[in-house]
């Protein structure tokens, strides 16, 4: 069964990280997943930033406001960690980090409300000071992030609710970390480097190699899948095989009301598991998951 998704949504759940100066680029270029080096104005990057040992700590939705600053939305309860983190690296490139999320205004556009209508995944444009930045699809629907200061009006069309935006965020498939997540996953375990999250030409940046032997030497074990839970479950709760409730195969990370009822959650899961099915959210007494199939291939499928 299929759901309107048609409208705009504010975003009060994300926030925005402005690196200014002429490195702007070049540093989170050595910094992220993605690569910034060669960042258009008409492009986005979805990234992540890393651990040394290659667990995610972030995930940004990244873009140019101009040659010499750049924006990268994040959860915003990972925000201030991630701002003091990433900081730590600037040294002596010529580029400064600051939290600019009360500088703008964020919102999610869906459906008829998307300029454009569909357009590739990390497409940019830009309207007069508002950015637009299309996002994978969900429920059949375009759907994009409108990015624009704060003192701007706001885009005009049909009121979304923002719960049923963020269920748009998980029928996309593509996961945005929060903090019950940070040093969960590589960011295979998520999908990322299906989704356009991860550059594997790119030159080096914290936890690459543990990214790379995860690529290419075949020891990813976890991936990513859309389930359908009847009550509601939490992010970072542990998922079980029924048949097995000492030892979690998976872990909860994204959940949003199903428009239908229930629950609808993003879940990593070890893959030998999902092929098993019989899952459930917590041990004694748990949630049985249902999984569903993903909007996009994998990698290792295209």
């Given at each position: 069964?299929?759901?309107?998704?048609?409208?705009?949504?504010?975003l009060?759940?994300?926030?925005v990280?402005?690196?200014?100066?002429?490195?702007?680029?070049?540093?989170?270029?050595?910094?992220?997943?993605?690569?910034?080096a060669?960042?258009?104005?008409?492009?986005?990057r979805?990234?992540?930033?890393?651990?040394a040992?290659g667990?995610?700590?972030?995930?940004?939705?990244?873009?140019?406001?101009?040659?010499?600053?750049?924006l990268?939305v994040c959860?915003r309860?990972?925000?201030?960690?991630?701002?003091?983190?990433?900081?730590m690296?600037?040294?002596?490139?010529k580029?400064?980090?600051?939290?600019?999320?009360?500088?703008f205004?964020?919102?999610?556009?869906?459906g008829?409300?998307?300029?454009g209508?569909s357009?590739?995944?990390?497409?940019?444009?830009d309207?007069?000071s508002?950015?637009?930045?299309?996002?994978?699809?969900?429920?059949?629907?375009p759907?994009?992030?409108?990015?624009?200061?704060?003192?701007?009006?706001?885009?005009?069309?049909?009121?979304?609710?923002?719960?049923l935006?963020?269920?748009s965020?998980v029928?996309?498939?593509?996961?945005?970390l929060?903090?019950?997540?940070?040093e969960?996953?590589v960011?295979?375990?998520?999908?990322?480097?299906?989704?356009?999250?991860?550059n594997?030409?790119?030159?080096?940046?914290p936890?690459?190699?543990?990214?790379?032997?995860?690529?290419?030497?075949?020891?990813?074990?976890?991936?990513?899948?859309?389930?359908?839970?009847?009550?509601?479950v939490?992010?970072?709760?542990?998922?079980?095989?029924?048949?097995?409730?000492?030892?979690?195969?998976?872990?909860?990370?994204?959940?949003?009301?199903?428009?239908?009822g229930?629950?609808?959650?993003?879940?990593?899961?070890?893959?030998?598991?999902?092929?098993?099915g019989?899952?459930?959210?917590?041990?004694?007494?748990?949630?049985?998951?249902?999984?569903?199939?993903?909007p996009?291939?994998?990698?290792?499928d295209?």
């Amino acid at each position: 069964m299929t759901y309107p998704l048609n409208g705009i949504a504010p975003l009060s759940h994300l926030g925005v990280i402005r690196v200014e100066g002429e490195d702007a680029a070049k540093f989170l270029h050595g910094q992220l997943t993605q690569d910034f080096a060669l960042l258009g104005m008409d492009q986005a990057r979805l990234a992540a930033f890393l651990s040394a040992k290659g667990r995610m700590q972030a995930s940004f939705i990244g873009f140019k406001r101009s040659a010499t600053e750049v924006l990268l939305v994040c959860s915003r309860d990972l925000l201030p960690p991630t701002l003091k983190r990433l900081s730590m690296f600037v040294l002596r490139a010529k580029a400064k980090l600051t939290d600019a999320t009360n500088d703008f205004a964020l919102y999610g556009l869906a459906g008829d409300a998307v300029p454009g209508g569909s357009q590739p995944a990390w497409t940019k444009t830009d309207t007069g000071s508002a950015s637009v930045i299309h996002l994978y699809p969900a429920n059949g629907q375009p759907r994009a992030l409108w990015v624009a200061p704060a003192a701007d009006p706001a885009p005009t069309g049909p009121a979304l609710d923002e719960a049923l935006w963020r269920w748009s965020e998980v029928k996309s498939g593509v996961a945005t970390l929060t903090t019950p997540l940070v040093e969960a996953f590589v960011p295979q375990m998520l999908n990322y480097e299906s989704v356009g999250g991860v550059n594997f030409k790119k030159g080096c940046y914290p936890g690459q190699e543990v990214v790379a032997r995860s690529q290419f030497r075949g020891t990813l074990k976890r991936r990513a899948y859309i389930a359908h839970a009847a009550a509601e479950v939490a992010v970072g709760a542990e998922v079980f095989n029924t048949a097995d409730l000492e030892q979690p195969c998976g872990t909860v990370v994204q959940v949003a009301p199903a428009p239908g009822g229930g629950f609808d959650t993003i879940v990593s899961l070890q893959i030998s598991a999902a092929q098993e099915g019989n899952l459930q959210v917590g041990a004694a007494g748990g949630v049985a998951l249902s999984l569903g199939p993903l909007p996009y291939p994998l990698l290792e499928d295209i």
